[in-house]
């Protein structure tokens, strides 16, 4: 059943998880301001989950590209 995907180059499981990693990158800028600092004492910029997200999912990709 799954036998085409040997065939597959090595290029598109990069692209893939790429793609994957984008997409949860985008559902999280999706999320709303008042979501993310829900309970936050104040609205300082290190406390946006929304950045630190991002930071995380850009330093994924960039090791799924090298590797």
Partial sequence: ???WIHGLPLW???MGAAFLFLGILAITW???ADFV???APDRARWRDLRIWATVL???QCLIYYIF
Avoid: N
């Fill in 30 to 32: 999706a999320t709303p």
């Fill in 37 to 39: 600092f829900h309970g």
């Fill in 1 to 3: 059943m799954f036998d």
């Fill in 57 to 59: 999912i850009l330093t």
């Fill in 12 to 14: 598109s499981a990069k």
